[in-house]
């Protein structure tokens, strides 16, 4: 698939089929994931994978009760966006313990802080991997979602997965085949958040 197609469809879904996902594909969305940049080319990542259903099926309840916690204090949004991510965002909830494959993207707890100047956050050094790995899954008619509301519960979500204290999630990504369309996703316009040379 050409780079940009890939790019410009590749969106949330939520909504996947029971077929699982191969292994090989798997393997190509981490290795695209491993392959993209970090600060100092540290490589901070590290990715656990969960297939197991019964693990997948304790994920899927620590992220439903996260997301409703979350949805609990979030502003309620009633436009036609709003209310159509609020749905699918619910059924992820509802579901994301059947999905076939789930993805942590965990990273080291660092401070941005070295020597007190600031070297940006270590996140900017995870979040290149995680676009990586949902761009190759697109390539492949694979179908993420970058989440972050796990961490709302995110000691439990550690303790389960055995994972040190050292480390702490940075996305936890559901990989399956999409229930649903790819498309090209409504933004605001580039041009109209653009500036040249100066502010303005
Ligand atoms: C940092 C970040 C955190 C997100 N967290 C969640 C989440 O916890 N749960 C969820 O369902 N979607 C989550 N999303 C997905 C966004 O809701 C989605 O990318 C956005 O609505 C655009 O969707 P679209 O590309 O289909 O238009 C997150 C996205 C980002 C970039």
Redesign the pocket.
Known sequence: MDALEAIMTT??I?RFTDEPVAEDDLWTCLRAAQQAPSGGNVQPTRYLVVTDPDVRAEVGKLYRSA?TR?AEMAPERTDAVGLR?GR??NH?ADTLGSVPVIVFFLMPRLPSLVEGIDIGPVHASVYPAVQNFCLAARALGLGT??????RVHQGEALELLGVPEKWEIA?MVPLGHPAEKFSV?VRRDVSKLTSFNRWS
């Open positions: 969106r949330a939520r997301f979350y991510i699918s965002a992820l979602t970058l989440t972050t509301v796990i996305a996703a």
